[in-house]
């Protein structure tokens, strides 16, 4: 039996979490908004290159019709949407409470494969993708369990505005996730991901541009280009991030259907771990660690 399919997912995951540290230290300098406009086009400028030095060509246009449309609706349903819900979230709720609505995602995007898609589950991987998601939330909440002391900042009030932004997060990644497989199936086989990639770009960098012209927030991102340290980690982080671990992801639906796929990725918050440890010099309780390894074994699960 081979592991492909999965061991991609598990570089992936990687990718994602060394590139969030990337976009954590920008976002501190000119905030997440500016972020997230930076990312794209310098992601597609990326793709753009790649696809010339591989295929002599900057856009995938011999691509079907089909693949253009339901590509671009990912891209606006997960980068453009599900990326504005995902940040106000953070806002509204915290990272904690956010990155766990996030997380449903997974089970979710498995409930649409298997409504739209037929894709098919064992009882095993229903169970992996269950013991995953409450290893990931028992790593999320860890800090929310910790009493209110003195001098500390409470854990802020939930709101019915900030669980629909997590709401429309997860439905964003979930839909976005599906409709990419469906854009990338064709009776031959997949289309590259990495073109596939770049066609959820275009859309979500097209919606971000109106976005801006009608927000009149151009002036930000013109103040932010300024500075070259934040540039320079947006991208960095783009590298890492939109350009080869979102195309990794597309590329993993080629061999896992997009439930177990999501459920791998979906371990981006116990692989920041180690990183919280050896760059962040936080202290991570014993009970996160009990998280990382539930999770683990569910993961292992999925495997067997």
Request: charge should be positive.
């Amino acid at each position: 039996m081979t592991y492909t399919g999965e061991l991609i997912a598990l570089v992936t995951v990687l990718c994602w979490t060394v590139s969030v540290q990337f976009f954590e230290a920008a976002s501190r300098r000119i905030g997440a908004t500016s972020v997230n406009i930076i990312r794209i086009f310098t992601a597609l400028v990326l793709f753009s290159g790649f696809l010339y030095i591989k295929h002599g060509y900057l856009l995938p246009m011999d691509f079907p019709v089909r693949a253009w449309i339901y590509l671009g609706l990912s891209g606006v349903i997960g980068f453009f949407l599900g990326d504005i819900c995902l940040f106000k979230a953070l806002v509204e709720l915290g990272p904690r409470l956010t990155l766990l609505i996030f997380s449903l995602s997974a089970p979710m995007a498995a409930i649409i494969g298997w409504t739209f898609l037929a894709e098919t589950y064992l009882p095993m991987q229903w169970a992996g993708m269950l013991v995953t998601l409450a290893g990931v939330s028992v790593v999320i909440l860890e800090k929310n369990r910790a009493p209110d002391l003195p001098g500390t900042v409470k854990a802020r009030a939930v709101s019915l505005k900030g669980v629909g932004f997590g709401l429309g997060a997860m439905l964003g990644q979930a839909g976005g996730y599906v409709m990419s497989k469906t854009g990338m199936q064709t009776a031959n086989g997949y289309l590259d991901a990495f073109a596939a990639t770049q066609i959820r770009a275009i859309a979500a960098f097209t919606c971000f541009f109106l976005f801006f012209t009608l927000t009149r927030k151009w002036g930000q991102v013109l103040t932010a280009v300024r500075d070259t340290r934040a540039v320079a980690y947006t991208a960095a982080g783009s590298v890492i991030g939109p350009f080869i671990g979102v195309s990794l992801s597309l590329m993993v639906l080629h061999y896992l259907t997009a439930g177990v796929a999501s459920t791998f990725l979906s371990m981006t918050p116990v692989c920041i771990i180690p990183f919280s440890i050896y760059l962040h010099k936080e202290r991570v309780s014993p009970r996160a660690f009990v998280g990382a390894l539930i999770a683990v074994t569910g993961i292992w699960l999925l495997m067997t």
